[in-house]
């Protein structure tokens, strides 16, 4: 008898639960649409579920058209200019969204100024550490130590692929700068809930080009909470991500262009 040839099959995971975590991209205290990471394009969001741009008609149109509970906040004016739109954060948090928040900090330094801001508002949020404003891992450790795995999130910011490291960021070897060794990287100081994100795919419904970064990391980190952006168009590009062995996707577009609704969001979440 011929044995079988021994075929190495790609592991599946759990394709469910899926949560759908809504995007909001703040700039000039506006909810704007996201085009591939190139800001100086973003415009005001033309939205099917929202009667206009403010921030806090948006989230209350996310939390009463689908009944979402959290959101991602991405604060453009903070992470290129320095500017907290500390007020809109609140306005957010005011419809009923716990937020994590990306504001550009890449120091502890920032970070107390971000956790100062947040009591001054009184509101309770996740602070994203974004691999495009980290000015060295170091800080990863020291503020996985400070704020609890729970309060922190890191963003694996990249670009076609390439890892958007800050220019402070010295780093030696091609090899340090691979997505998978940066996610090993900031597992070792402590991260548990890890965003995989493509600027390049954003806004763009190209659909995700992260399943197989996703899928690597699953394998090597099983309790990690992976969350997946950039480039969903709808129901199954999210079966894919959670196929891959994703817990949750940044979702934008599809909300507002009536891709995705609240059935399909809900089916996920089963």
């Known amino acids: 008898m011929i044995p079988w040839p021994l075929v190495k099959v790609a592991p599946r995971f759990k394709m469910f639960p899926m949560q ?4 909001i991209d703040l700039l000039g205290g ?11 394009e973003y415009r005001p969001i033309v939205s099917q579920i929202a009667d206009d741009v403010r921030p806090a008609t948006v989230a209350r149109a996310l939390v009463e058209r689908f009944g979402f509970e959290t959101v991602y906040v991405a604060d453009l004016d903070a992470i290129m200019h320095g500017r907290p739109d500390t007020g809109n954060w609140k306005e957010i948090a005011a419809s009923g969204l716990r937020p994590w928040i990306d504001a550009g900090v890449g120091t502890t330094g920032a970070a107390a100024d971000f956790r100062q801001h947040l009591l001054r508002i009184n509101i309770d ?8 404003s980290l000015v060295a891992p170091v800080f990863v450790y020291d503020l996985c130590r400070s704020l609890g795995p729970q309060g922190l999130a890191f963003s694996l910011d990249l670009k076609q692929g390439q890892s958007l490291t800050h220019p402070g960021w010295r780093i030696q070897s091609d090899r340090a700068k691979a997505p998978l060794e940066i996610a090993r990287m900031m597992v070792k100081m402590g991260i548990r809930q890890l965003i995989v994100l493509d600027l390049a795919d954003v806004g763009t419904q190209c659909g ?13 980190f099983a ?10 168009r709808g129901l199954d590009d999210l079966k894919a991500l959670a ?7 940044l979702v934008a577009s599809a909300l507002h262009d009536g891709r995705l609704s609240r059935m399909d969001t809900e089916s996920l979440a089963r």
């Open 243 to 249: 196929d891959a062995g994703c817990d949750a996707a």
């Open 20 to 23: 759908v975590i809504p995007v």
């Open 223 to 232: 309790d990690l909470k992976l969350v997946a952006g950039g480039g969903v």
């Open 30 to 40: 506006q909810v704007v649409r996201g085009v591939a990471g190139r800001r100086d």
């Open 125 to 132: 949020a996740t602070l994203i550490l974004g691999l495009e």
């Open 208 to 220: 995700p080009s992260t399943l197989g970064l996703c899928r690597a990391i699953r394998t090597e």
